[in-house]
């Protein structure tokens, strides 16, 4: 069974960073898939902020572009999130994602895209 692990979140002030790690147990790789990066703050819908497809094309919210970079190793089944320049407002619990096992040929950000979610982990940046 595949699972999705996140971890790296965190409490930081504003301006600083954080890089947010999730682990893909059991993903086949090799599968024409894309993952990606989604958050929620309270009372809001979850929301994109990045993705990447499986031969490293990235895609980013305009909320995010030039400050978030996501990448892969899969050589360690890790996907990374990181997020220089943090704001009070990218507060939210962050979520790895994965369209397996749908096919991904461009990476997207459209939350109804994918079909595998982690758990979640809380970025909290204060002012």
């Known amino acids: 069974q595949v699972q999705l692990v996140e971890s790296g979140g965190g409490s930081v002030q504003a301006g600083g960073s954080l890089r947010l790690s999730c682990a893909a147990i059991?993903?086949?790789?090799?599968?024409?898939?894309?993952m990606g990066w989604f958050r929620q703050a309270p009372g809001k819908e979850r929301e994109g902020v990045a993705s990447?497809?499986?031969?490293?094309?990235?895609t980013y919210s305009d909320s995010v572009k030039g400050r978030f970079t996501i990448s892969q190793d899969n050589s360690k089944n890790t996907l990374y999130l990181q997020m220089n320049t943090l704001k009070p407002e990218d507060t939210a619990v962050y979520y790895c994602?994965?369209?397996?096992?749908?096919?991904?040929?461009?990476?997207?950000?459209?939350?109804?895209?994918?079909?595998?979610w982690g758990q979640g982990t809380q970025v909290t940046v204060s002012s």
């Open positions: 990447i497809d499986k031969y490293g094309t990235t």
């Open positions: 059991r993903y086949p790789f090799s599968r024409r898939t894309c």
């Open positions: 994602a994965s369209t397996l096992p749908t096919t991904c040929y461009e990476p997207t950000t459209r939350t109804r895209d994918y079909n595998l």
